[in-house]
C-alpha cells in the first residue's frame, strides 16, 4: 500500500515569495490533515478536511495560509506571502475517517526555509 | 502550560539501557498515540492506546487515565532507536495535540 506522499520535500524561498505543497493521501482515506513542524516543536494542526470539506481551521493563518482539497483527493497548501517565522516542515497526514481515534499517517513532510 | 508535556526534552543513553519517556495531559482524552519521527523522516505511529499497556517488540506503552500520564518504555535500547518520539493526545473527537516530543540518542 503506497503511503502518504508530498512534494517538494524541500523548498528555499525569500521572504515575501509565494509557495505551495502537495499532498496525496492514503487511497480511500477520507480525512486529510496540514500540520506545522517549526523546529524543537511538535506538530500544529493547520487544517483538517473530511473528503472535500473543512472539518477545523481554528489554527490557520488566513490572512497568508490557503488549503484545498477541491476533489476530495490530494490537497494543496499555499503560503503567500511568506514569513521568516513561516520556516518548518509542512506534513501531510491521513485517516481513513474522522470517526474520533482512526490512527493518522504521515507523509515524509516539505522542509521550507524562508530567508 | 502545553495541553500535553513530554519529559525529559532530549534523552542520552548507552546501547542496552532501558528507557522511559513521559507524557502528562491536562485535558480529557479519548485517546493518546506515541509517534517516532526520524531526522529527516516521516512519522510513523508506534501506538495508539486508550488504558491499560500495549507491547510490540522492545517497545512498551502504558497508560493511567486517573492520573492523565502515559509513559513508553524501551527495552534493551539500540542506536537505531535515536529519534524523536512524540506523544500526542486526541482531544475530543479529532482533533490530536502533540507534546514538542523527547529527542533520543543510543550511544553504542
Known amino acids: 500500500e503506497a503511503g502518504v506522499a508530498q512534494s517538494p520535500r524541500y523548498k528555499i524561498i525569500e521572504k515575501r515569495q509565494s509557495v505551495a505543497f502537495w499532498c496525496n493521501p492514503i487511497s480511500g482515506h477520507a480525512t486529510l490533515y496540514w500540520y506545522q513542524q517549526i523546529l524543537g516543536q511538535g506538530p500544529k494542526l493547520l487544517i483538517q478536511f473530511q473528503n472535500n470539506g473543512v472539518v477545523d481551521d481554528s489554527q490557520l493563518p488566513k490572512d497568508r495560509f490557503s488549503a484545498e482539497r477541491l476533489k476530495g483527493v490530494d490537497s494543496t497548501l499555499k503560503i503567500q506571502p511568506a514569513k521568516l517565522e513561516d520556516s518548518a516542515v509542512y506534513l501531510c497526514?491521513?485517516?481513513?475517517?474522522?470517526?474520533?481515534?482512526?490512527?493518522?499517517?504521515f507523509g515524509p513532510g516539505t522542509r521550507l526555509t524562508v530567508l | 502550560k502545553n495541553e500535553v508535556e513530554q519529559s525529559p526534552q532530549n534523552l542520552t543513553a548507552q546501547e542496552g539501557e532501558f528507557i522511559t519517556i513521559n507524557c502528562s495531559y491536562s485535558v480529557g482524552i479519548s485517546a493518546l498515540h506515541w509517534l517516532q519521527q526520524h531526522p529527516g523522516g516521516g512519522i510513523v505511529s508506534l501506538f495508539m492506546?486508550?488504558?491499560g499497556k500495549k507491547k510490540h517488540g522492545r517497545l512498551i506503552a502504558t497508560i493511567n487515565i486517573q492520573e492523565k500520564h502515559s509513559s513508553l518504555h524501551i527495552t534493551a535500547s539500540h542506536p537505531r532507536d535515536s529519534a524523536v518520539y512524540i506523544c500526542?493526545?486526541?482531544?475530543?473527537?479529532?482533533?490530536?495535540?502533540f507534546g514538542q516530543g523527547t529527542r533520543l540518542t543510543i550511544n553504542p
Open positions: 500526542a493526545a486526541h482531544k475530543g473527537a479529532q482533533k490530536l495535540v
Open positions: 497526514a491521513s485517516s481513513l475517517d474522522h470517526g474520533g481515534t482512526d490512527t493518522q499517517y
Open positions: 492506546l486508550s488504558s
